[in-house]
């Protein structure tokens, strides 16, 4: 049947002696590369005043937030009690177990903290991230499949995957993911930063949480609750969905917010704008 494809992918990209080289951590430091690589291009784009220095502060602010958010939005989010016993067990990043929702948390606290470094406006350094992420989130959901992990409900598509621990053809909800999360929330924010003129400031971070709250929203109706949770409301609200809600909310209020407020654009320099306030 063409619904008989088998993952059995190997997590381990490559070890040397008793190191072993996880895809997993491959997919982070890809993402944040790329995250730097986006960051610079924009920055040059909309006349930025990013030297090196600078965004050496911006991502080393952003590695630390995401991890450490990440890391503590999954003790917060998805295990309950289960850290409160096990206190130690927090630190122990090669047993697994990272949040995208508190990664967010993570990276706009560490966001605001370089923008106080670099004397760059937070919602600038905000919509500058909102850019990039997504080609994180591509890479991590990649890495989620090759792991076997946070697949989808059983399936009869052509196209279900049985996962090594399972055994039925499930749906790859990871890749839908790395597809809507990732590709084309990354076109539309990318096609949006290029155009003239530039939408106002806050704006990209408002359409980032809109887009990706709905996306996340409508993927978890085929992807499994984490077993330790279960769903949270009849049989089909999960906590990715329960954290999903907040997000859209609050991207619709800062889309608004943006508009409204007539917030300077996201593509005018500082220095621009002094000039600007000047001449009135």
Not at 13 to 41: K, N, T
Not at 112 to 117: H, I, L, P, R, S
Not at 175 to 191: K, N, P, R, S, T
Request: a neutral charge; charged letters at 15%.
């Amino acid at each position: 049947m063409l619904n008989d494809i088998y993952q059995s992918l190997d997590p381990v990209a490559f070890s040397i002696g008793p190191l072993s080289v996880r895809w997993y951590g491959l997919a982070y430091m890809a993402a944040f590369v790329c995250f730097a690589l986006v960051v610079r291009y924009l920055a040059k784009r909309w006349k930025i005043k990013i030297d090196f220095d600078a965004l050496s502060v911006i991502v080393l602010c952003i590695i630390v937030g995401v991890i450490v958010g990440a890391r503590l939005g999954y003790v917060a989010f998805y295990q309950g009690t289960y850290y409160l016993e096990n206190p130690a067990q927090i630190l122990a990043f090669h047993q697994g177990g990272m949040s995208f929702h508190g990664g967010m948390l993570g990276a706009l606290l560490g966001g605001f903290v370089a923008a106080k470094f670099t004397k760059i406006p937070f919602l600038t350094l905000a919509d500058l991230g909102a850019i990039a992420a997504p080609i994180g989130l591509f890479f991590g959901r990649l890495a989620n499949f090759v792991n076997g992990e946070l697949w989808g409900a059983p399936t009869d598509a052509a196209w279900g995957v049985v996962f090594q621990i399972g055994g039925v053809a499930r749906h790859p909800s990871m890749l839908y993911e790395a597809f809507l999360e990732g590709i084309v929330l990354f076109v539309v924010l990318f096609f949006l930063a290029r155009r003239r003129p530039a939408l106002p400031r806050g704006a990209f971070l408002g359409i980032f949480l809109i887009m990706y709250g709905i996306f996340r929203f409508v993927i978890e109706f085929i992807r499994e609750p984490d077993i330790q949770l279960g769903y949270l409301w009849g049989d089909w609200f999960t906590m990715g969905q329960l954290l999903s809600l907040p997000m859209v909310l609050v991207g619709i209020g800062l889309l608004i917010y943006a508009v409204r407020k007539k917030l300077p654009q996201a593509g005018i320099a500082e220095q621009q704008l002094s000039e600007m306030d000047d001449s009135h």
